[in-house]
């Protein structure tokens, strides 16, 4: 299967906790988002990578999360300090784009974010 | 005001019924149009891209409306797998390159 990869699927820990969540892209796919889905929401924006730079971030993004995509293929999400209104579905998706044209984005399974 | 706004329904129709959503977004430099599919707990997956001139894939026929602002989906001859929540992407040049999402309409295909 050569689609977007998340891992882990599900992630329970306890409040003041660190998590990091990795994620995969489609190998020729040079842009990777991240979301948060919460019930009865659509996937709101986090933050945004083409090739390893971070573009974009959300203003909602606290000081505790950050993402990186090191060498412009996988990418990984850390949370700091978790608190209980981080439980949510992480999602990951990237998708082809060159300058301002935008192809379809391609997600991954998310991983889900239980914090105790 | 929220860039892409959906009736969050639910629309609950019967085996073979058609059924349109519409959905509606605040900025009109945008150039990119999706719909996706989303089941319960899973991820969202691509539906099918919305054109300018509106376009068909099997009983999805979608529309786009630039005076108005919104773009619908048409589902004829529903069928139970159709059950899900359907959300609507818009994308813009002059927002950079974020993908904005509604909350997502959800359809009940009933036997």
């Known amino acids: 299967d050569t689609g977007v990869s998340q891992n882990p699927r599900h992630k329970i820990t306890k409040r003041g906790q660190n998590v990091t969540f990795r994620c995969d892209p489609i190998?020729?796919?040079?842009?990777l988002y991240w979301y948060r889905q919460t019930l009865g929401q659509g996937p709101e924006f986090l933050t945004y990578?083409?090739?390893?730079?971070?573009?974009?971030k959300s203003r909602l993004l606290s000081d505790r999360f950050s993402a990186e995509r090191p060498k412009g293929s996988f990418s990984t999400l850390e949370i700091q300090r978790t608190e209980q209104g981080d439980s949510a579905m992480y999602l990951c998706?990237?998708?082809?784009?060159?300058?301002?044209?935008?192809?379809?984005?391609?997600f991954g399974d998310g991983t889900r974010l239980s914090i105790l | 005001r929220k860039e892409v706004e959906q009736d969050p329904g639910p629309f609950n129709v019967p085996e073979g019924a058609t059924v349109a959503f519409n959905c509606t977004y605040s900025?009109?430099?945008?150039?990119?149009f999706f719909w996706y599919r989303q089941d319960c707990r899973k991820e969202p997956k691509l539906l099918m891209s919305?054109?300018?001139s509106g376009n068909e894939d099997g009983r999805f026929t979608a529309q786009l409306n630039r005076a108005s602002q919104y773009i619908s989906l048409l589902i004829r001859d529903s069928k139970l797998s159709d059950s899900a929540t359907y959300l609507c992407?818009?994308?813009?040049?002059?927002?950079?390159?974020?993908?904005?999402f509604g909350t997502g309409t959800s359809l009940t295909v009933i036997p």
């Open positions: 998706a990237s998708s082809l784009g060159v300058g301002g044209d935008n192809q379809p984005q391609h």
């Open positions: 190998s020729e796919h040079n842009r």
């Open positions: 990578f083409q090739n390893e730079a971070q573009l974009e």
């Open positions: 900025n009109s430099a945008s150039q990119s």
């Open positions: 919305v054109y300018s």
């Open positions: 992407v818009v994308n813009a040049r002059n927002t950079g390159n974020q993908f904005y």
